[in-house]
């Protein structure tokens, strides 16, 4: 079945190949991001309907263009939050404005665009609001202090956004896209803050050159990843007849730094449980879990 999409953030990357691939499957696509008429030209030819919208913006702006972007097909069954960049720096040297911009693109932004569609998706009583995080989104990195912070956050909101809309809303779905390194710009085109701090230098020297290496050499394929995005969204090839979970990570290298930090988490737990449990009152019983059913 034919479906509409909106995607953030088109102009390269994930974004491009999603409205490159989708187009080609006779999937409606309105493809977005800042100063759509030049960056976005290259995908004119796709047939995809083409909207200027920079999703630092404010609320308002947000929800006008979502209803600018309702009008183009009627509906909107799919949205995919991509846009995005990364940015470097240790924590001292990071100022609040510059953290600032991160938070404004991975984490304002999408919730703004969510709370712009929540509406029209309750109304429909279904759609899929799907996340581009990364590793970065579970694991910190060294000089990644503004990508970490704000893939860590929109995390946390969209978990407790899916266990609100699972108690009053079950037809809409939310996806988070846990990706490693693929075949992509990012890597390429990475924000490195000004070097303030001299101590730092090494660190920002050897982000400088892991961001090269990895962009040069990358283990993943973005053109497969889509496609297996693709799939998990409309329920076919690789993920036909599976139950979809709220977090997926893509590429080897991801899964691997997962489980890294899940098998730390896993030895603090086992050996700080007893000092976890003797703060608790004697004879205290754990809060229920989960809200009354509505």
């Known amino acids: ?30 493809a977005t991001g800042r100063n759509a008429e030049t960056k976005l030209a290259h995908l004119k030819d796709t047939g995809a309907v083409i909207l200027d919208l920079d999703v630092t913006a404010p609320q308002a702006v947000i929800s006008a263009k979502f209803q600018e972007a309702l009008g183009a097909y009627g509906s909107i069954d799919i949205i995919v939050n991509n846009a995005g960049f990364i940015q470097c720096g240790a924590v001292e040297e ?50 990644g202090t503004g990508y970490c912070a704000s893939k860590f956050a929109l995390e946390g909101a969209v978990e407790s956004l899916t266990k609100e809309l699972a108690w009053l809303a079950p037809g809409i779905k939310t996806l988070i896209v846990e990706s490693g390194i693929f075949s992509t710009e990012v890597m390429k085109n990475i924000h490195h803050v000004d070097s303030r701090v001299p101590f730092w230098k090494p660190l920002n020297d050897a982000a400088r050159i892991r961001g090269e290496g990895n962009y040069k050499r990358p283990p993943g394929d973005a053109v497969a990843m889509i496609a297996r995005l693709i799939e998990i969204i409309k329920g076919t090839g690789m993920a036909q007849g599976k139950e979809i979970p709220l ?25 700080w449980e007893s000092v976890a449990k003797s703060t608790d009152f004697a004879g205290a019983q754990a809060p229920m879990p989960d809200l009354p059913k509505a």
């Open 1 to 30: 079945m034919k479906q509409t999409w909106l995607i953030t953030g088109c102009s390269s990357g994930f974004g491009e190949q999603l409205v490159k691939q989708l187009t080609a499957l006779g999937e409606q696509v309105i």
């Open 94 to 143: 990071i100022t609040q404005e510059e953290l600032q911009l991160s938070l404004d693109t991975h984490l304002h932004g999408p919730l703004n665009l969510t709370r712009a569609a929540l509406p029209h998706f309750r109304e429909r009583g279904s759609g899929w609001l799907v996340y581009m995080s990364s590793q970065s989104g579970f694991v910190g990195e060294p000089g």
């Open 247 to 271: 977090r997926i990570p893509f590429g080897s290298d991801c899964i691997e730094e997962l489980r890294n930090k899940l098998r730390v988490l896993e030895k603090t737990y086992d050996e």
